[in-house]
């Protein structure tokens, strides 16, 4: 495959190591960025700079804080890996001038990326990213990028050693309440997926006196032979667990944990949709929050059912967290949330954080002493019945022309429902459908495949759109 060119996608930049992410080109992205916060004149404020558990993160972090060295731009390094969501909040601690977290996220292990967050602390906005792009580019294979050891650097006090999860950590305990949890004494399950979440999510749940059992709580760089996505398939081990012992609970993040994972006491995935709602409901009935709800257009619309019922506004986005991020710090929404398990509130970090959305699970959880199966027959018999599903389907080098052109023809119907409406956006065109079923399809940002996302009221129909969408982009 030849090597493209340095393109961010939905968030960040990521590639398959030493093919597309390799030092050099870490290195001219680097300077990239630096090029762009002297041009924004922030240089003076320093970047928070973490890295994931995948192999070479803290490799590629170390030669991104000698290019900013030798830029005069400090960096604050973090002392282990790190959450996202925890690089998102140093980097408003500490006013810095933005930060980058090592990390491809969810993505299998060959891949390492960078997510690049700006000053206001969420995922950099695609102005900022192509600003970056270009000048990366015109930098590629060019070897007048500037570099420093990185004793040099520490003998300049241009790197400082820090550590991000006790401020993260205490800032949590104001924004979760913790009462229910210590006093409903959880016994909880926690899929780490190997990631970052570590000493994190599950730090903060023993400190609130439940009882964790952890799986997959070390460091493996090939996350066992998975990608570290708390999907269903990916977290069958934490279910297995659950079933055989008694818990209260199961959670998991993703790598980089921005994203989260809840599994019921029985061992049942909870579909995030599901929780994005339920969570939204109990914030509204028990916060007491004025502002809006945003979601992007590929998740659930039981979002919108739920606002309706307290009656607060829905913000539609494009998939990507940095457009809710944009929203909540310009202080429109109490709420955001991602249908691939992103959930930020009011207050906290403009970025998806999977830790946080455990710590709110596990304290609706404590307060509603329900099963979420429970709370959710309660939410349908209260807002009504809407159901989702998502595949994704693998983009080769010899489907993927073929693929692209059928995603752009027009639908007039679909699984044997007639079209009623339609949104095209930069994420492709959404399809409104009879009954008020839905279907979206689109190229994925991070990774090669394409997605097919369905909401329906029944069950039955989920699986015919489905099957609608993969006869569809198979060309069938
Ligand atoms: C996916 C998700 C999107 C999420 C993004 C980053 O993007 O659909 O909702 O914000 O990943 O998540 P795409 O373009 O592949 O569908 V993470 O946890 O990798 O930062
Ligand atoms: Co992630």
Redesign the pocket.
């Known amino acids: 495959m030849a090597i493209e060119k340095i393109k961010f996608?939905?968030?960040g930049w990521r590639g398959v190591i030493a093919a597309d992410f390799t030092f050099s080109r870490v290195r001219a992205v680097t300077q990239a960025i630096a090029d762009h916060l002297v041009a924004q004149g922030l240089k003076d404020k320093g970047v928070v700079i973490g890295y994931d558990t995948r192999f070479l993160s803290e490799r590629f972090a170390a030669e991104s804080v000698r290019v900013f060295a030798a830029n005069g731009i400090r960096s604050f390094l973090s002392n282990r890996d790190v959450p996202?969501p925890a690089v998102a909040f140093e980097i408003i601690r500490r006013k810095a001038a933005g930060g980058i977290n090592f990390t491809a996220?969810?993505?299998p292990p060959e891949y390492n990326g960078l997510?690049f967050s700006a000053a206001w602390g969420g995922p950099a906005l695609p102005e900022t990213t192509k600003d970056i792009e270009v000048r990366a580019n015109a930098l590629i294979d060019k070897n007048s990028i500037p570099l420093l050891s990185l004793a040099e650097a520490k003998q300049k006090g241009m790197v400082d050693d820090v550590d991000l999860r006790k401020a993260y950590l205490d800032d949590l305990r104001k924004k979760i309440d913790f009462e229910p949890i210590k006093k409903a004494k959880l016994k909880i399950a926690i899929d780490l997926l190997y990631g970052t979440g570590r000493d994190y999510l599950d730090s903060a749940l023993r400190d609130a006196g439940c009882a964790i059992t952890i799986v997959h709580g070390h460091r493996d760089p090939l996350f066992g032979g998975r990608s570290p996505e708390p999907s269903e398939e990916n977290l069958a081990e934490l279910s297995e667990v659950m079933k055989k012992g008694r818990f209260d609970l199961g959670l998991a993040v993703?790598g980089?944990a921005?994203?989260f994972g809840i599994v019921d006491p029985d061992g049942t995935y909870i579909n995030p949709n599901q929780v994005l709602a339920l969570v939204l409901d109990y914030l509204c009935r028990t916060r007491g929050w004025k502002g809006g709800a945003a979601r992007?257009i590929?998740t659930t619309h039981l979002i919108d059912a739920v606002a309706k019922k307290h009656g607060i506004e829905v913000y539609e986005t494009g998939?990507?967290?940095k457009f809710i991020g944009d929203l909540l710090v310009q202080g429109k929404i109490i709420f955001g949330g991602?249908?691939?398990a992103?959930m930020t509130i009011k207050d906290h970090v403009p970025e998806?954080d999977g830790i946080l959305a455990c710590l709110l699970v596990a304290e609706m959880v404590s307060s509603e002493r329900k099963t979420l199966k429970d709370m959710l027959k309660r939410l349908y018999k209260e807002v009504g019945v809407i159901l989702n599903d998502r595949v994704n389907i693998r983009l080769t080098e010899a489907n993927h022309a073929a693929v692209y052109a059928r995603l752009s023809q027009p639908l007039n119907e679909f699984g044997g429902l007639r079209v009623k409406g339609k949104k095209t956006t930069a994420d492709g065109t959404k399809y409104m459908l009879e009954d008020d079923s839905w279907v979206l399809m689109r190229a994925?940002?991070?990774?090669p495949v394409v997605?097919v996302y369905v909401e329906s009221s029944s069950e039955e129909q989920i699986k015919e759109l489905i099957e609608a969408g993969k006869k569809f982009i198979s060309g069938q």
């Open positions: 996608g939905t968030s996202t996220s969810h993505n997510k993703d980089d921005d994203r992007s590929a998939v990507g967290f991602e249908e691939s992103g998806k994925s940002g991070t990774e997605r």
